[in-house]
Antibody
Framework: EVQLVESGGGLVEPGGSLTVSCVGS????????MDWVRQAPGKGLEWVGR??????????QYAAPVKGRFSISRDDSKNTLYLQLNSLTTDDTGVYYC?????????????WGQGALVTVSS | YDLTQPPSVSVSPGQTASITCSGD??????PSWYQQKSGQSPVLVIH???KRPSGIPERFSGSNSGNTATLTISGTLPMDEADYYC?????????FGGGTKLTVL
């Protein structure tokens, strides 16, 4: 069974930093591109960014609101995806989901984790 | 790039629900659809405009033409009550629609 499990959410003050992790199981993690999607309280889904597989180049791409503040990385030896959040503002509060990115003309997200809640507040 | 969905759609049990998603030349972008029930993570219900993942009931179908994609739920059940999001890519950025709350009553 394909499974994604996030951890590392929590309460952080504005301007602070936090790292959220996601462990994948039941699939060849190293072969897949992985994404982060977030959801502010009571709001819709917002794409945060993605990281390609090593064979695909291993590079990351980011949404405009987080570019330069957030960093996505992966450790394929641990089947783990990371999201480093820096210079946080209250607008970054929400649930952060890791997803598996399936290739295609319009890549889609076929598996989602349970989400990690990040609260930015003083 | 913007994807526009109606904020809410209501349907009676057993009837057909249609949820639209509009965007510039969306017919060329093969959108996906996600279902999110209250307090749960999203679930993929349609990908590449009209493909249904394994495990998704046949009552879910998708179509896409011109500037509009449509998610259709035939014979809607009370368990289908949820928020539905369309999603497409534009210049290496994934874009989600604002979501449609489907009420089954």
């Amino acid at each position: 069974e394909v499974q994604l499990v996030e951890s590392g959410g929590g309460l952080v003050e504005p301007g602070g930093s936090l790292t959220v992790s996601c462990v994948g199981s039941g699939f060849a993690f190293s072969n897949d591109w992985m994404d982060w999607v977030r959801q502010a309280p009571g709001k819709g889904l917002e794409w945060v960014g993605r990281i390609k597989s090593k064979s695909g180049g291993g590079t990351a791409q980011y949404a405009a609101p987080v570019k330069g503040r957030f960093s996505i990385s992966r450790d394929d030896s641990k089947n783990t995806l990371y999201l480093q959040l820096n210079s946080l503002t209250t607008d970054d509060t929400g649930v952060y989901y890791c997803t598996r990115d399936r290739p295609g003309y319009n890549p889609y997200f076929d598996c989602w984790g349970q989400g990690a809640l990040v609260t930015v507040s003083s | 790039y913007d994807l526009t969905q109606p904020p809410s759609v209501s349907v009676s049990p057993g009837q057909t629900a249609s949820i639209t998603c509009s965007g510039d030349e969306l017919g060329k972008k093969y959108p996906s659809w996600y279902q999110q029930k209250s307090g749960q993570s999203p679930v993929l219900v349609i990908h590449e405009s009209d493909k249904r993942p394994s495990g998704i009931p046949e009552r879910f179908s998708g179509s896409n033409s011109g500037n509009t994609a449509t998610l259709t739920i035939s014979g809607t059940l009370p368990m289908d009550e949820a928020d539905y999001y369309c999603q497409a890519w534009d210049i290496n950025t994934a874009v989600f629609g604002g979501g449609t709350k489907l009420t089954v009553l």
